[in-house]
């Protein structure tokens, strides 16, 4: 059974960092993809970035050059770590790994959760 566990957001001023942990059980790197969602008001689950199994990563526009993702196998952890924060990057960030993908993205229909962490960035 997956397992994943959030952990690392909290409030933040426009342009400051923010890292997001994700401990990861009952899957591992190799098994599929693992990626980070972000949902806001109205606006549902979408996804933020998708580290594929060989490694390929894909990004959505609006957060290239400020957000990276990375894994520490050994730890079975991955990480987002999210530089020079906008108000518009507020919201619930969730861990997802699966099996499958859609337009680079893991597919959110066929994925496991975590409990989501909530990143708020304002003035």
């Known amino acids: 059974q997956v397992h994943l566990e959030e952990s690392g957001g909290g409030s933040v001023q426009p342009g400051g960092s923010l890292r997001l942990s994700c401990a990861v059980s009952?899957?591992?790197?190799?098994?599929?993809?693992m990626g980070w969602f972000r949902q806001t008001p109205g606006k549902g689950r979408e996804p933020i970035v998708t580290?594929?199994?060989?490694?390929?990563?894909t990004y959505v526009d609006s957060v290239k050059g400020r957000f990276t993702i990375s894994q520490d196998n050994a730890k079975k952890t991955v990480y987002l770590q999210m530089n020079g924060l906008k108000p518009e990057d507020t919201g619930m960030y969730y861990c997802?790994?699966?099996?499958?993908?859609?337009?680079?993205?893991?597919?959110?229909?066929?994925?496991?959760w975590g409990q989501g962490t909530q990143v708020t960035v304002s003035s």
């Open positions: 997802a790994a699966g099996f499958g993908r859609i337009s680079g993205y893991c597919d959110a229909a066929t994925s496991s």
């Open positions: 580290i594929a199994k060989d490694g390929d990563t």
């Open positions: 009952g899957f591992t790197a190799s098994d599929g993809c």
